[in-house]
């Protein structure tokens, strides 16, 4: 339920017939969702065989690529919206893919888990790394190469010229505004270039 009303709430932030790209798209049902509620077209960038047939299934359209390899397959200003929901924490090059999600697309939202959340801040101070909803995993087969904070991640998008529109935090099916980078599991952020 907590994702899917995440989607929504996302929904809300990309203006009606906006042409998008989903980075780590998944199965896809967010670009269903903005199809069918919000009017738009656009693309999904999967890498998993099985999320590539359920977003063919659902009618979406998606690209097997690897994000590893950039997005050169597409033009600056391709999209009016990138997005990258839960995605920049799986990639090597995360500053590449900022860069280049603001070169494709005139705005972009990305999504994280918020290591600075508050339960993961008092495993780490028990001395030992949290494993929660939004962090799963041991520290020895995470998926994630990298952890970020809502903090981090306003130095990082100042460093490569974004301007940051709207940031809010997630947890358990709700928007968190006060205290985002204590009390939210993810940190969702809009931004254009500055």
């Known amino acids: 339920m907590s994702e899917t009303h995440l989607h929504h709430v996302i929904a809300q932030l990309i203006p009606p017939g906006s042409r998008v790209l989903d980075l780590g798209c998944g199965d896809g049902a967010l670009l269903a969702l903005l ?3 919000r009017q738009c077209t656009g693309y999904g960038v999967e890498l998993d065989d099985n999320k590539v047939l359920a977003c063919v299934q659902r009618g979406v359209n998606v690209i097997q690529r690897n994000l590893e ?4 397959i597409f033009e600056d200003n391709s999209f009016d919206v990138v997005l990258q929901l ?11 893919m900022l860069r280049e999600t603001a070169r494709v697309g005139r705005q972009g939202i990305v999504s994280f888990p918020n290591f600075a959340h508050w339960p993961h801040r008092f495993s780490v101070l028990r001395g030992r790394m949290p494993v929660t909803k939004t ?6 087969d995470t998926p994630n190469i990298r952890v970020s904070t809502f903090a981090d991640f306003e130095v990082l998008a ?3 010229g974004l ?4 940031s809010f935090g997630w947890h358990e099916g709700r928007r968190v505004d006060q205290w985002p980078n204590l009390m939210a599991s993810t940190a969702v952020f809009k931004f254009d270039r500055a």
């Open 35 to 37: 199809r069918d509620t």
């Open 69 to 72: 390899e950039g997005l050169s």
């Open 86 to 96: 839960n995605t920049l924490q799986h990639l090597r090059n995360t500053e590449a």
């Open 135 to 140: 962090l799963p995993y041991q520290w020895y």
């Open 158 to 160: 100042r460093k490569n």
């Open 163 to 166: 301007h940051i529109l709207e």
